[in-house]
């Protein structure tokens, strides 16, 4: 038994988090509903480039001083020497962009003029920021049948503590579960052993898995600092290389729509 009170096969749902604003800080939920998409709100707004490419973490740092809430009526934004910033999702009327992301292209509603000023004074370039509306869909590689936004590959990304200390134990440095971006983060059991899970319970809703998650540079930025080194992609390039990519964590997706809460059993269904 561990010195949690767990034991060492136990899993259970460590957090939730969920990224209103692609590359912007985390929110994290106690409690979520566990739909096809994904949970709501999840990566629906972008910050992109003047020419409509995203802007990400690992060349624009200065996103980790974001503080970021979700209201009822859209996002409250906060950085250090500017003045709150509230968006709601574009009206019917808005005016439309074409961004680039993943190869899709994708015809995103325009924030507006006041919220591309104030992302631009905190970053010190022209950007626009985007909302996904809701006549736009934008299905899912993974699974065809989730429509997922502005996120990566997949409906969730579920993510180890085990894994992760595995991953820590071989840097000079160790680095935090936040590094990773991730939907679901489970605690317990076995190093990697999320390599060979097929569907999960959690709470109300079954999960399956979609396969592993190539790395990209972003994580090498500390969500905290905005500081950037080599590491972790470095260190996992050598020992969780696939197709010449470096990996950690799992694409979900659900096949059982339900609620989920920190604290809730994890149950390897296959």
Same mark, same amino acid.
């Given at each position: 038994?561990?010195?949690?009170?767990?034991?060492?096969?136990?899993?259970?749902?460590?957090?939730?988090?969920?990224?209103?604003?692609?590359?912007?800080?985390?929110?994290?939920?106690?409690?979520?509903?566990?739909?096809?998409?994904?949970?709501?709100?999840?990566?629906?707004?972008?910050?992109?480039?003047?020419?409509?490419?995203?802007?990400?973490?690992?060349?624009?740092?200065?996103?980790?001083?974001?503080?970021?809430?979700?209201?009822?009526?859209?996002?409250?934004?906060?950085?250090?020497?500017?003045?709150?910033?509230?968006?709601?999702?574009?009206?019917?009327?808005?005016?439309?962009?074409? #961004?680039? $992301?993943? &190869?899709? =292209?994708?015809?995103?509603?325009? @924030? !507006?003029?006041?919220?591309?000023?104030?992302? /631009?004074?905190?970053?010190?370039?022209?950007?626009?920021?985007?909302?996904?509306?809701?006549?736009?869909?934008?299905?899912?590689?993974?699974?065809?049948?989730?429509?997922?936004?502005?996120?990566?590959?997949?409906?969730?990304?579920?993510?180890?503590?085990?894994?992760?200390?595995?991953?820590?134990?071989?840097?000079?440095?160790? #680095?935090? $579960?936040? &590094?990773? =971006?991730?939907?679901?983060?489970? @605690? !317990?059991?076995?190093?990697?052993?999320?390599? /060979?899970?097929?569907?999960?319970?959690?709470?109300?809703?079954?999960?399956?898995?979609?396969?592993?998650?190539?790395?990209?540079?972003?994580?090498?930025?500390?969500?905290?600092?905005?500081?950037?080194?080599?590491?972790?992609?470095?260190?996992?390039?050598?020992?969780?290389?696939?197709?010449?990519?470096?990996?950690?964590?799992?694409?979900?997706?659900? &096949?059982?729509?339900?609620?989920?809460?920190?604290?809730?059993?994890?149950?390897?269904?296959?």
């Amino acid at each position: 038994e561990r010195s949690d009170g767990m034991h060492a096969d136990e899993l259970e749902l460590s957090s939730l988090s969920l990224y209103p604003l692609k590359a912007g800080r985390a929110v994290t939920p106690a409690i979520a509903h566990a739909a096809r998409g994904g949970f709501a709100g999840d990566r629906r707004w972008l910050l992109t480039t003047a020419s409509g490419e995203p802007v990400m973490l690992k060349s624009h740092p200065e996103m980790t001083r974001l503080r970021i809430a979700q209201r009822e009526d859209g996002l409250s934004l906060g950085a250090p020497g500017l003045p709150e910033l509230v968006v709601a999702p574009p009206g019917p009327s808005a005016a439309r962009f074409s #961004v680039t $992301l993943k &190869r899709d =292209r994708i015809v995103a509603a325009a @924030a !507006g003029e006041q919220a591309d000023a104030w992302f /631009g004074e905190l970053l010190g370039e022209p950007v626009r920021l985007a909302f996904m509306p809701h006549d736009v869909a934008r299905p899912s590689r993974a699974d065809p049948s989730a429509d997922i936004g502005f996120a990566g590959d997949a409906p969730y990304l579920l993510v180890c503590e085990a894994s992760l200390a595995d991953l820590n134990a071989r840097l000079d440095a160790p #680095v935090g $579960l936040n &590094r990773f =971006r991730a939907n679901l983060s489970v @605690a !317990g059991g076995r190093p990697w052993q999320e390599d /060979g899970w097929r569907a999960l319970r959690i709470g109300g809703a079954v999960f399956e898995a979609l396969g592993p998650c190539p790395r990209c540079p972003n994580t090498t930025v500390d969500p905290d600092t905005g500081a950037t080194g080599a590491e972790p992609l470095r260190t996992l390039a050598g020992f969780r290389s696939r197709e010449g990519k470096a990996m950690f964590g799992v694409f979900m997706g659900v &096949r059982e729509e339900g609620p989920v809460q920190v604290g809730d059993v994890v149950t390897v269904l296959s």
